[in-house]
């Protein structure tokens, strides 16, 4: 079993920055890919960002060139750096894992096995 603890979230201005937290334990050394995705009411759930274990990203069309994604391998925390946000970056940001390494889609949510419990990210103008 693996846990996911996200932290980081909160309320920032349009424009501003936030960096995103997830530290992951348990079983850490099966992870192959982990993830942040984000979800707004009513919404399905959106792949902002992957990361495999060798260090390979994945960015979903909304992160590209604003956001980046990073893991510090001894610590096992995932993180996201989120620059430039806008009012739509508005959601609730979910880190995601999984040991999945075959026919993998690194920014779909049905790929993976674990979740947190998620941190709320609000942008104001």
């Known amino acids: 079993q693996v846990q996911l603890v996200e932290s980081g979230g909160g309320s920032v201005q349009a424009g501003g920055s936030l960096r995103l937290s997830c530290a992951a334990s348990g079983n850490t050394a099966s992870l192959y890919w982990m993830a942040w995705f984000r979800q707004g009411p009513g919404e399905e759930r959106e792949g902002v960002a992957a990361f495999r274990s060798d260090g390979i990203p994945r960015y979903g069309e909304t992160a590209q060139g604003r956001f980046t994604i990073s893991k510090d391998n001894d610590k096992n925390i995932l993180y996201l750096q989120m620059n430039s946000l806008k009012l739509e970056d508005r959601d609730m940001y979910y880190c995601?894992?999984?040991?999945?390494?075959?026919?993998?889609?690194?920014?779909?949510?049905?790929?993976?096995?674990?979740w947190g419990q998620g941190t709320q990210v609000t942008v104001s103008s």
């Open positions: 995601a894992a999984t040991p999945r390494r075959r026919t993998m889609r690194a920014l779909h949510p049905d790929d993976y096995n674990y």
